[in-house]
């Protein structure tokens, strides 16, 4: 039996357990932090599929432009996060390729692809595999962070850098353009609401008769 059964619904905020009034789509004050309180969350599968796409458009930019600019005296190179992990792999560095690589590659297009994957089956929710798919939400709550990594790398090498003196590391437009894929991916994981996996295409036909 659930919440929803029941009639009671979850503050996004605080997380306090709230009695819902009876008429169908209506909403409650949460009585500790005075939060409107939803069953569902409104329009969170369109908000969550305009925040998916826009991290798309990000990573392309994120990928195809440099990440740092490293001025020494026999010139400036640049590298994307391609060239980096390749890179580090020629010198040896294979232990920080890796982490680059997974963190800045596997993680943002997993992270994607699972989204996207429970935008499709919450919208054609059967009774089925509900489980499997709540944890591959928690999967992204979990990994989203992770992509960060990156960002860090850059930061630390330009402190780094800047205090040896002999060079000199800038952030490139493709870091900012990172930054904001990981920013957007973990905002379209909070907008999502997971408790849409736990409602079948029966009950909201019963729900949209009854309403």
Known sequence: MRAIDKGFATCHICHQLVKMPEK??????????GEVVHQRIPDSTQYTWALVIASIIFYIPANLL?????????????DTILSGVLYFLETGSYLIAAVIFIASIIVPITKL????????????????GQKRRQRLYGLTELIGKWSMVDVYVVAI????VHFGGLSQIEAGQGA????????????????FD??????????????????
């Open 24 to 33: 169908k789509g209506g909403v409650a004050l949460c009585p500790r932090c």
């Open 157 to 160: 090498m330009i402190s780094l």
């Open 113 to 128: 692809l699972i989204l996207i994957y429970l935008l499709v089956s919450v919208r054609h929710n059967k009774p089925i």
């Open 66 to 78: 440099p990440m740092m600019h490293v001025h020494t005296f026999a010139g400036t190179q640049s």
């Open 194 to 211: 997971a408790r849409l996996i736990w409602d079948t295409n029966t009950e909201k036909e019963k729900n949209a008769r009854d309403a």
């Open 176 to 191: 900012n353009y990172f930054l904001l894929v990981v920013i957007v991916t973990m905002v379209a994981a909070m907008q």
